[in-house]
Structures are given as structure tokens and as C-alpha cells.
């Protein structure tokens, strides 16, 4: 049994989510339910390792070794029953770095770039610092649950000039574990039409209520058509490391890639992330097993919140991520006055227009902190909206 349940105080540690929040709610009081990181502390082994690393006193150069490789091959194999020991690895800073480097290498300026709003605004930049254009494939809300448009897919990527696809699996914010049907039908329409899929599966350990997780390059026939990117960094809450993975079952695709990362950056592996990642795939399953338990819990808490007390606002069933997607459109109110709401009533929230124009009316929610945290949070957002009902009583 691990800890999930002791707060631990980050203030003063630079972090964003804290030391960074919104004024209004910045200082003891603020409940951290925005910025993709946990409020866990980090598995026991990590935290040896790091801490053994620390003890040999030399934090020179280091690279994706044997023991690192191994590290990583074995989790994907015990883990998503993907054996990537084929593909070339090359690693990078963080995923959002991979997804921008993925664009400027493989696509050309004004060249278009498929995403699936609402999604991780990370995305959209990506494609808008590159100067290629946007394309947008909206997921549609069928009663509250998201799904893939593909016939709108089919109809956009039939252009010769659009290039690429960025798919989120799980998909952040809606919470979504893609299946390996939907994904097929997705992969089929884009190889026809062309299009390279960069697979984004940071969230892939985090699964909820026993969903199961695909990795598309798995999916007989993608894994030439696609680049997988992972990390340890939000399954094992090693965000502040700076180390992803990002696989490529194509050489000429892995070739380009590289030479534009060595250009910007470097394909190292920071020794402490390094350290970290092989504690993490070989010796942290159980950890996570327990940290998908209390995220699922922490959304039960959440949804049965809002059926009860607030019944006009309603949740996404989160079936992978930690991240809770809040549909509170019902209150009427446009972007300003719902980010307003909430942080006069002491809740800093990720605005789900961020994510894109049909995520306006929504909140994400990070699930990863402690229940009593929640529990504070849930009886904030009752205040917010009770507030609103007594604001239109008097008027
Ligand atoms: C879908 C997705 N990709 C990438 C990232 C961040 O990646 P990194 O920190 O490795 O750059 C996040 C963080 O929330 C995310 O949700």
C-alpha cells in the first residue's frame, strides 16, 4: 500500500501549477487541480534510485544505454503486450518538444495538420509555431461521450497538401481510451489518404475501470504509417525530469527526425531521468496499479458529487488519463464569467475552450491529488454554482 493520501506542500519549488497559479487563489488555499502533474509523491523505488544517483556525486553525460533500453522494452511488453524492441528509439526532452519536431520534419510550411479538437492545446501549437495549418476533425459529444468523426476525417485528409495526423491516446481532456477498432478505422483513413500518424500516448498507463489501452503501432499494418511517443513522465509523476521516448518503426522517418532534434537539441537521457525511468518500468508496476485505483476513486467522488448536489452539470466517464472533463454549459455562462466564477470561489481549473472552440462551457479537472483535497474542491464549486442561483434570486 502506497501513500495517496498526504498532502504535500510544493510551494516555493517553482512548481507551475502552484507557485504559478492565477492570483486570485494563489497562496495555502489553493487546491492544485490544473497542470497535468500528480500531487503523489513519486514511488519509493524512483526516489531510491534518484537518491543513489545523487550519492555517486558525477551527473555527466548520459545516454539511452542497454539497461535503459531494456528498462523500456520490458514495460511496453508486460504492460501494453507491444514488443518495440524493432524500433528505433530516439529520445527527447518531453513529449510536446517530439510533437513540435515532428511537424517541421515531416511536414512543409502552410502544409495542413490534423487534430481532434477539444484536445491538449499543445497540439494546436505545435502546428501554428511551425507555420502549418490546422485541420480540424472535432470529436463529436454523443451524450456526453466522445467519439471519432470519420467521415469528416475522410473528407479532410483527402488533400494531397494535408500531412499529418497528431492522435492523443488516451485522449486529454476527454478522457477516452481509444479501442483498436476505432483506431484501425482512423489508421485505414489516413494511410489511404497519405497521412503520417503521430501517436501520443503519454497518458497510456493511466486506465481506468479496467479499460485497456492499444498501441497503435501494434495494430497490424500502422507501424510504418505512425511514431509512437511515450514517457515516464505523467504515469510516474516525473514531469520536472525532461525524457520521452519516441519510436519509429520506419528508419528514413527516425533518420529526419533525428537530424532535426540534433540540430535543436540533444538525444540524451538526462542521468537522473535515466536513473528514474529504469526504477520506474522495472520496479514501480505495482505503484501505478495503485495510483489508477485512487484517481477512479477521486472520479467517483467527483461524478457522484454532481448528480447529487449539482445535477445540472454532468462528467465524461473517464475511462484512461486523470484528467475529468466537466460539461458546465448548463449554467449559461460564456468563457470570462465561468473562469470568473470559479476563481472568486477558490477553484483554479484548466477553461476548456483552451482545448478548442468546442470545449467552451467545460472544466478539466486533475484528478492525481489527495481526496480531502477533492473533497475541499467539490464543496468550492457547490459555493460557486449556488452562488449563481442566488444572483438571479435577487435579481
Ligand atoms: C497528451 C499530452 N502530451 C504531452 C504532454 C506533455 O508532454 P511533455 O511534458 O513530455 O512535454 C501532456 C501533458 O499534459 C499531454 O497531456
Redesign the pocket.
Known sequence: MYDFTTPIDRTGTGSIKIDFAPEPVKGSGLVPLTI?DQEFAVAPPIREAIKAAADRGIFGYTYADKAYRSAVNGWMMRRHNWDPSGFKLVTTT????ALSLAVAAFTEPGEGVVIQSPV?M?FAHAVRINGRRIVENPLKNVNGRYEMDYEDLDEKTRPDDVKLFLL?SPH?PVGRVWSREELTRLGEICIRNNVLIIA?E??NDLLMNGAQHTVFASIPGMAEHSVTCT?V??TFNL?GLGC?NIFFADPSLSEKFKSLSDRFGSGLVPYFARAATIAAYEESAGWVDELNDAVYKNFLTLKAFIAKELPMLSVTELEGTYLAWVDMRALGLDNKALEKLTLDHGLALDEGYLFGENGSGFERWNLALPAAQLDKALSRLKAAVDSLKLSSFDA
Open positions: 497535468a518531453g513529449v510536446v518538444p491538449y499543445q492523443c486529454n501520443d503519454i497518458h514517457a513522465s505523467k514531469a520521452s
